[in-house]
């Protein structure tokens, strides 16, 4: 019996494996998309913060 065991045993070691290679790709593009995200509203907040630096400057 510990023949087909050790049998099923390989393909649920490669079915995680590749589960596990998943999480960590996903996890990795929303780690990505995070920073991403968060990059384009601190250059808006910086832009917002420029154009009203030079607006006082022109009162």
């Known amino acids: 019996m510990p023949y087909v065991l050790d049998k099923v ?3 649920n070691d490669a079915i995680r494996g590749e589960l ?3 999480v960590e790709r996903d996890l990795d593009e ?3 998309d995070g920073i ?3 990059a ?3 250059h808006r907040l910086y832009q917002h913060q420029k154009e009203r630096n030079d607006k006082k ?3």
């Open 20 to 22: 596990e290679m998943d």
């Open 57 to 59: 400057l022109l009162e």
């Open 9 to 11: 045993k390989v393909p």
């Open 40 to 42: 384009l509203q601190l």
């Open 36 to 38: 991403y995200h968060l």
């Open 30 to 32: 929303e780690i990505k």
